[in-house]
């Protein structure tokens, strides 16, 4: 008998950085969470005026609908997101 394949819910992930361009908040799902209840990091940066990370001011975890709600409201209060903030050099 075959199972069902159980899929990940999307989550918010990458980066946004702010409208003044002074912070950037970074979205990872939690490889920790389930499946069914996926929770996700968000860790604030203080950024460069061209988005590059450079300190750190906190650290939060959010449930799936949170995490959802606070990424929609950044993107609908001029947050952009951020399409290449890795280095592929230093990857």
Not at 24 to 53: H, N
């Amino acid at each position: 008998m075959n199972q069902p394949i159980r899929e990940a819910l999307p989550t918010p992930t990458g980066w946004l950085i702010g409208p003044n361009r002074d912070f950037c908040l970074f979205f990872i799902r939690d490889p920790k969470s389930v499946m069914v209840a996926p929770t996700v990091f968000t860790q604030l940066w203080y950024c460069t005026e061209e988005g590059i990370p450079t300190k750190l001011k906190n650290t939060r975890r959010l449930d799936y609908e949170s995490a959802h709600e606070t990424w929609n409201e950044l993107l609908s209060n001029d947050w952009e997101l951020v399409e290449h903030q890795i280095n592929d050099k230093a990857a």
